[in-house]
């Protein structure tokens, strides 16, 4: 069964993201693996705005361990998107993302999907539990329809 698309007051922050001519695919419309890159950049825009994430240097970074999307109504370039960001699941040392990509005026999502981060130190590649400033980040934005 298919998802039905999420509105806009489904998600708890948005970050606006313009596409480019190299998004655009010979169908004339955004390309499915180009929202996968607008779902990366909102995750750690946020992720480095509002818990300071160091993704130079810091002692944590989060793996993508999991990524899905659902797609409703065609993109294209030279549309400016609005991505939606939630966080679904607030786990030790994961989180789960619900991500929505809304053509400026729309209300319902052209698409939505998922993405899972597990938490690990940066050396050792094991996960460890979220940083303080990462917990207070992720359940600022914790709700929708996980």
């Known amino acids: 069964m298919k998802a039905a698309p999420h509105r ?7 970050m606006e993201v313009p596409t480019r001519w190299a998004d655009n695919d010979v169908y004339g ?3 499915n693996a180009a929202y996968y890159g607008f779902f990366d950049t ?5 992720l480095i705005d ?4 160091d993704i130079h240097h810091g002692a944590q970074i989060g793996l ?6 659902d797609y409703f109504a065609p993109l294209a370039f030279p549309q400016v998107l609005d991505i939606g960001l939630r966080a679904d699941r607030v786990g030790k040392s994961s989180v789960s993302y619900g991500l929505g990509v809304f053509a400026k005026a729309a209300d ?3 698409a939505q999907g998922g993405f899972v981060h597990v938490y690990v130190d940066r050396k050792a590649r094991k ?8 917990r207070r980040a ?7 329809k996980g």
């Open 8 to 14: 806009r007051s489904d998600y708890r922050w948005f």
């Open 29 to 31: 419309h955004v390309n």
């Open 42 to 46: 909102a995750v750690n825009r946020y």
């Open 50 to 53: 509002k818990a300071r994430l």
């Open 64 to 69: 993508v361990v999991h990524t899905s999307c």
């Open 108 to 110: 319902t999502a052209s």
């Open 127 to 134: 996960p460890m539990p979220l940083s303080d400033a990462l």
């Open 138 to 144: 992720v359940l600022a934005i914790k709700g929708g």
